[in-house]
């Protein structure tokens, strides 16, 4: 039995969920989103499991997406030699001429423009900030000498970030290129970037996706460096959906900070009307264990709390020890706060003349009018799923059921909170397709007799036009 929580969950693919028999128990117990993520994906493991939940879809009739995650730029040391440790106040050498073996004097930096990007004073954290060196000098084309700050065992292939740095690499690297082209190829739901800079990132892939595709697929922006927070109102009017990516945020900045900037996010994207995604390190602890800390518990509460609109697992499905669990465990505590009264809507009303302002502004008031009237739910036809945005963006307390004979965002929409979409291809006048959908939420039991309804719809329906009609039904 599918769980009817609003907010959504995001599972990522990994060995720990690839049989068809775990992903169905997973979708059960509440996964809404599969994460693919492109840092360890194989293309044709991929196809097979994407196989696997389109064919689950259609037998079962769910509607779980499908998310491609981008690698992005992830800068990265070289192979070292076994045991190497430094010491606080030890000098290092990072040189990009030639690939050494690493040693505690000298490590090759995989990335070639390194040494021209930085500048003394700069720091570098690595394997995930448990390192920090600072740049002492750089001879601006292959050297770079820095002092370890916090010292400890330097460790093959980590990862490495530089969190006072302007990089010049673009958010998307020549496998990124490759891998979104498979990704559209393969007609996933939504594309995550990652280390979004500034809107050109984001204008890149809306151009690959356009080159390659005649589909538009959204596009989730990743929120990782301090840079992309500079430039977040920018960043916000050139994507779908924002994703508060925890792990190299909280290395990028102090730790303690990201919290504030966690809300600070979420509330950004509510005011835009676009979804949210909290990644990172939600139930950490159930990778090994069956229970979460009260931390984690907390942490998952707290990011529905201030409203995002789904919550995500990495490691912990993707190679855990209970992919199941820690769905039943999560979509549990989801359920158990998700109807607070605690959690607020940002209420600023739509502003701005555009030409969707009509539909913007019905929206609103369709979640308003839903609230005071205690309407049961809220059904929309669409054809472009936009609607379904919109009124999930206000949180009403109704049901939001999507009737649409576009197959792209049948799936596509499981992102949202709050929205269940629904095939409808039948092409008749206004008065009956309303009362037709009427009829089928009720026997999906959504409604009974006596309760509100409101419809949305575009009127003549058969132009597909924006939607521009609001009608209030009483269920016969």
Same mark, same amino acid.
């Given at each position: 039995?599918?769980?009817? /929580? ?6 990522? *693919?990994?060995?720990? +969920? ?46 779980? &997406? ?70 002492? =000098? ?19 292939? /980590?990862?490495?970030? *530089?969190?006072? #740095?302007?990089?010049?690499?673009? &958010? ?56 992309? *927070?500079?430039?977040?109102? /920018? ?9 508060? &990516? ?37 139930? =950490? ?22 409203? &995002? ?8 499905? $993707? ?16 359920? $158990? ?23 913007? #502004?019905? +929206? ?104 521009? #009609?609001?009608?209030?039904? =009483?269920?016969?």
């Amino acid at each position: 039995m599918l769980t009817n /929580k609003k907010t959504k969950i995001v599972a990522t *693919l990994g060995p720990a +969920c690839s049989t068809r028999e775990i992903i169905k128990d997973m979708i059960d117990a509440g996964v809404n989103v599969f994460r693919v993520n492109f840092s360890h994906a194989d293309y044709e493991d991929v196809k097979e499991k994407i196989n696997i939940i389109r064919g689950l879809n259609e037998e079962f009739g769910y509607t779980t &997406a499908i998310l491609g995650d981008l690698q992005g730029p992830k800068l990265r040391v070289g192979v070292m030699e076994e045991g190497v440790v430094v010491q606080d106040g030890d000098l290092i050498t990072f040189t990009t001429a030639e690939d050494i073996l690493g040693t505690a004097k000298k490590v090759f930096m995989k990335y070639q423009n390194f040494p021209n990007d930085v500048n003394p004073g700069e720091r570098i954290l690595l394997d995930d900030g448990k390192l920090i060196f600072e740049i002492v =000098e750089t001879d601006k084309k292959s050297e770079v000498i820095a002092r370890v700050i916090q010292g400890g065992e330097l460790k093959s292939k /980590k990862g490495v970030n *530089l969190p006072n #740095t302007k990089i010049s690499l673009p &958010a998307m690297t020549e496998k990124d290129i490759a891998d979104a082209i498979f990704a559209i190829g393969q007609n996933v739901d939504w594309i995550a970037l990652s280390f979004v800079k500034t809107p050109r990132d984001l204008q890149d892939l809306q151009e690959l996706i356009a080159e390659h595709s005649e589909y538009k697929i959204p596009i989730i922006a990743k929120i990782e460096m301090p840079e992309a *927070l500079e430039n977040i109102d /920018k960043i916000v009017a050139y994507c779908d959906a924002l994703m508060v &990516a925890r792990g190299d945020l909280g290395v990028e900045l102090p730790a303690h900070e990201v919290p504030l900037v966690q809300k600070e996010l979420i509330r950004r994207a509510k005011t835009a009307r676009i979804p949210v995604i909290v990644a990172t390190q939600m139930m =950490e602890t159930m990778i090994t264990s069956l229970t979460p800390t009260r931390a984690e518990v907390n942490d998952v509460a707290n990011s529905v709390m201030d409203g &995002a609109d789904a919550v995500m697992l990495s490691g912990e499905t $993707a190679t855990g020890n209970y992919p199941v669990q820690v769905i039943q465990k999560m979509t549990q505590i989801i359920e $158990a706060v998700e109807d607070s009264p605690l959690i607020q809507v940002p209420q600023n009303t739509p502003q701005i003349k555009t030409k969707r302002f009509i539909t913007k #502004t019905i +929206c609103h008031h369709a979640a308003t009018m839903a609230n005071v009237i205690k309407a049961k739910a809220i059904c929309t036809l669409t054809n472009s799923g936009y609607t379904a945005f919109q009124i999930s963006a206000w949180r009403p307390n109704a049901h939001i059921l999507v009737f649409t004979s576009n197959k792209r965002i049948l799936t596509q929409l499981n992102l949202l909170w709050g929205v269940k979409s629904f095939m409808y291809t039948k092409d008749v006048s206004t008065d009956d397709t309303v009362t037709d959908i009427n009829e089928i939420v009720k026997e999906k039991g959504f409604v009974q007799k006596g309760d509100f309804l409101i419809n949305l719809a575009a009127m003549p329906i058969k132009d597909k036009g924006m939607v521009n #009609t609001l009608r209030v039904s =009483e269920i016969e």
